[in-house]
């Protein structure tokens, strides 16, 4: 629901999948009059600004799938709430949930149904530079929307447990951008999948009853935005997950590093020994491996179903001289092993600080793989094998003060250190006095990341 999504609609890639990964299907479905019915004793006149009337949420989890229900009802008094959210996204992994759409229409004032078609909409990608993520966007416009109507959602996402590479996590933020009238959210598990449970949210109070929780909110204010903030950082949100400790994490995130290490390791030692080509200083070999990494292996994501969070062959990527941040930090990993230096993967969470709001443990905050190790010294370096234009003594600016996992034994999320400064600067100045005056002045200045 952001204005970004309505310049997205220029930028549509199509989605190449074998089966439609989005069904149509008014099944379970509402009937259009008990919503019609709940939407008319709303008092419009009362509301100013673009607001979200209601939204049911509703998910039941066993072990083999998870079904997330969703229902919700938005209200536009003016123009500017039709310009600018009028268009909607729904978010879903294709490689492991079917999403199914049971209704999409706009309610006019007059009280006419204007349903949404279905050839019209929309499938793109979600991955952005140096982050993973197999999620899709399924984006579409609502109908023939007018200044004082309704928009109304309903749609079905499954997602299949028993293929999944990460731990089963679900987050949900009852505040928004916009304000909320109604928030309800219930959820079900069964005996056999237990789940835990906490909710850091002012706004909603939840009771917890033994494979049951429901959480309810009434009149909840919009969040203030700010773009220097990160939205995990500042809001409470209600979560559930299935483990119970980070160091769960850690060994499930490492058994799918250690994949793309399962090679023969004399291939990597071999193209070591070339591109060093006698070199004998430790620093110099590592910042040869880094520029090798981070400028000649081409970053292109690569995180589609199988390897969301898997990287691919250590090989494979050398080969193919392309690869994700999971693909380039394992080819980091393993070239710097073969140099004798002793290295581990670090998750990273690019949109989170506060590691006092990750209360449950799960692999999903990580979007972005980043390698530290340990120097002769006794010190541990981090560094980022995408970062193709700094030193490998500098972690990227962007991942800087990040929420992080270490996969180590007895692993806990950290903050990467932070630089003081962004870029600093040196400067070199001669200055030369003559007994007929003094000399033209030069200096020399240079900018360093």
Same mark, same amino acid.
């Given at each position: 629901?952001?204005?970004?999504?309505? #310049?997205?609609?220029?930028?549509?890639n199509a989605l190449a999948h074998a089966e439609n990964p989005v069904k149509?299907?008014?099944?379970? =479905?509402?009937?259009?009059?008990?919503?019609?019915?709940?939407? =008319?004793?709303?008092?419009?006149?009362?509301?100013?600004?673009?607001?979200?009337?209601?939204?049911?949420?509703?998910?039941?989890?066993?072990?083999?799938?998870?079904?997330?229900?969703?229902?919700?009802?938005?209200?536009?008094?003016?123009?500017?709430?039709?310009?600018?959210?009028?268009?909607?996204?729904?978010?879903f992994n294709t490689g492991l949930e079917q999403l199914k759409i049971l209704?999409?229409?706009?309610?006019?004032?007059?009280?006419?149904?204007?349903?949404?078609?279905?050839?019209?909409?929309?499938?793109?990608?979600?991955?952005?530079?140096?982050?993973?993520?197999?999620?899709?966007?399924?984006?579409?416009?609502?109908?023939?929307?007018?200044?004082?109507?309704?928009?109304?959602?309903?749609?079905?996402?499954?997602?299949?447990?028993?293929?999944?590479?990460?731990?089963?996590?679900? *987050?949900?933020?009852?505040?928004?951008?916009?304000?909320?009238?109604?928030?309800?959210?219930?959820?079900?598990?069964?005996?056999?999948?237990?789940?835990?449970?906490?909710?850091?949210? #002012?706004?909603?109070?939840? *009771?917890?009853?033994?494979?049951?929780?429901?959480?309810?909110?009434?009149?909840?204010?919009?969040? *203030?935005?700010?773009?220097?903030?990160?939205? =995990?950082?500042?809001?409470?949100?209600?979560?559930?997950?299935?483990?119970?400790?980070?160091?769960?994490?850690?060994?499930?995130?490492?058994?799918?590093?250690?994949?793309?290490?399962?090679?023969?390791?004399?291939?990597?030692?071999?193209?070591?020994?070339?591109?060093?080509?006698?070199?004998?200083?430790?620093?110099?070999?590592?910042?040869?491996?880094?520029?090798?990494?981070?400028?000649?292996?081409?970053?292109?994501?690569?995180?589609?179903?199988?390897?969301?969070?898997?990287?691919?062959s250590v090989v494979r990527t050398l080969q193919k001289r392309m690869g994700?941040?999971?693909?380039?930090?394992?080819?980091?990993?393993?070239?710097?092993?073969?140099?004798?230096?002793?290295?581990?993967?670090?998750?990273?969470?690019?949109?989170?600080?506060?590691?006092?709001?990750?209360?449950?443990?799960?692999?999903?905050?990580?979007?972005?793989?980043?390698?530290?190790?340990?120097?002769?010294?006794?010190?541990? #370096?981090?560094?980022?094998?995408?970062?193709?234009?700094?030193?490998?003594?500098?972690?990227?600016?962007?991942?800087?003060?990040?929420?992080?996992?270490?996969?180590?034994?007895?692993?806990?999320?950290?903050?990467?250190?932070?630089? *003081?400064?962004?870029?600093?600067?040196?400067?070199?100045?001669?200055?030369?006095?003559?007994?007929?005056?003094?000399?033209?002045?030069?200096?020399?200045?240079?900018?360093? #990341?």
């Amino acid at each position: 629901m952001k204005k970004i999504i309505i #310049a997205c609609l220029l930028c549509i890639n199509a989605l190449a999948h074998a089966e439609n990964p989005v069904k149509w299907d008014k099944t379970g =479905a509402l009937p259009i009059e008990n919503i019609q019915q709940r939407l =008319a004793a709303i008092d419009v006149k009362s509301i100013k600004e673009f607001t979200e009337i209601f939204i049911d949420i509703s998910v039941d989890k066993n072990a083999n799938q998870s079904v997330q229900k969703i229902r919700r009802a938005y209200y536009f008094p003016d123009t500017n709430a039709v310009q600018n959210y009028g268009t909607d996204s729904i978010g879903f992994n294709t490689g492991l949930e079917q999403l199914k759409i049971l209704r999409i229409v706009s309610i006019t004032p007059a009280g006419k149904v204007r349903n949404f078609n279905p050839a019209e909409l929309k499938i793109n990608d979600t991955n952005s530079s140096n982050i993973f993520s197999s999620t899709k966007n399924a984006i579409f416009t609502y109908p023939g929307l007018e200044v004082g109507g309704f928009a109304v959602l309903e749609f079905e996402v499954v997602r299949n447990l028993q293929q999944q590479e990460s731990d089963w996590f679900r *987050e949900f933020y009852p505040q928004n951008v916009y304000p909320r009238q109604d928030y309800q959210l219930t959820f079900n598990w069964d005996q056999y999948s237990p789940v835990q449970f906490s909710n850091d949210n #002012a706004h909603v109070k939840c *009771e917890q009853h033994e494979y049951k929780v429901h959480c309810s909110g009434k009149n909840i204010p919009k969040a *203030e935005s700010d773009n220097n903030l990160f939205w =995990a950082d500042q809001l409470g949100s209600i979560k559930f997950g299935e483990l119970q400790s980070w160091s769960q994490i850690a060994a499930r995130a490492l058994d799918k590093f250690a994949v793309s290490q399962q090679v023969d390791q004399k291939i990597i030692a071999r193209f070591v020994n070339q591109l060093l080509a006698g070199e004998t200083d430790l620093d110099k070999k590592i910042s040869i491996i880094h520029e090798f990494v981070g400028q000649k292996v081409q970053y292109i994501s690569l995180s589609e179903h199988g390897n969301s969070y898997t990287p691919h062959s250590v090989v494979r990527t050398l080969q193919k001289r392309m690869g994700d941040c999971k693909d380039k930090t394992a080819l980091f990993y393993s070239m710097l092993n073969a140099i004798g230096v002793d290295a581990y993967p670090m998750l990273v969470a690019t949109e989170r600080r506060k590691v006092s709001n990750m209360q449950l443990p799960s692999m999903t905050y990580f979007d972005h793989m980043i390698i530290c190790f340990k120097l002769p010294q006794g010190k541990t #370096a981090c560094s980022d094998p995408t970062n193709y234009f700094s030193d490998w003594r500098y972690i990227s600016p962007y991942i800087q003060d990040r929420a992080a996992l270490p996969l180590i034994t007895g692993a806990k999320p950290v903050n990467l250190p932070a630089n *003081e400064y962004r870029w600093f600067m040196k400067v070199k100045t001669e200055l030369t006095f003559l007994q007929n005056g003094p000399a033209p002045f030069r200096a020399g200045l240079r900018a360093v #990341a």
